[in-house]
């Protein structure tokens, strides 16, 4: 009977975790809605010259002091995608979306859709823009073996 019970109580925390889980997920996925549809509305295109990017912590990035305080926590040690550019006549601190940041060439000019200071899309001005170069292998990464020669050697 006293195993069932221990049971039984186990049981009923995890069911109110899953719930709080749940719970609070659904309030995060509505906040997080919201503000993509804000940021949707506040967009523009800028045509702007990329002058520098780079990964820095938010501390170190040159960003405003009132950006700095309105993020959490937590999120000010990790790096972020730090883009330097010149919109008119101002050298401008952006942050680059995560997918964006890749594809963003410097030293060129480019057309962005801007959301406050945050890049969402980046398209070139003159021409498509080139994909990143990948870089090579190291040595000892030569040696290993990769996984899809591997499945397709043995067909």
């Known amino acids: ?5 221990v049971l ?14 749940y719970y609070f997920g659904r309030k995060m996925q509505k906040k997080q809605a919201a503000q993509q549809e804000q940021m949707e509305a506040m967009k523009q ?23 700095i305080d309105q993020t959490p926590k937590l999120m000010r040690r990790s790096k972020v995608p730090i883009v330097k550019a010149k919109v008119g006549p101002k050298i ?5 979306d995560a997918k964006v940041y890749e594809i963003i ?3 060129k000019e480019v057309k962005a859709t801007v959301s406050g200071i945050y890049i969402t899309d980046v398209r070139g001005v003159r021409g498509p823009l080139e ?12 040696f290993k073996k990769d996984k899809k020669t591997d499945k397709t050697s043995k067909k």
Not at 1 to 5: A, C, E, G, L, T
Not at 8 to 21: A, D, E, F, P
Not at 131 to 139: D, N
Request: aromatic content about 4%; cysteine-free; overall charge positive.
């Open 92 to 96: 401008m601190t952006m942050v680059a």
């Open 131 to 142: 994909k990143p170069v990948q870089k090579k292998k190291g040595f000892f990464a030569r």
């Open 45 to 67: 295109t800028v045509s702007m010259l990329v002058i520098d990017k780079k990964m820095m912590k938010l501390k170190e990035s040159g960003l405003p002091q009132m950006v």
């Open 8 to 21: 039984l109580i186990i049981l009923l925390v995890l069911v109110v975790i899953l719930g709080l889980l």
């Open 105 to 107: 060439p410097v030293k």
């Open 1 to 5: 009977m006293s195993v069932f019970n």
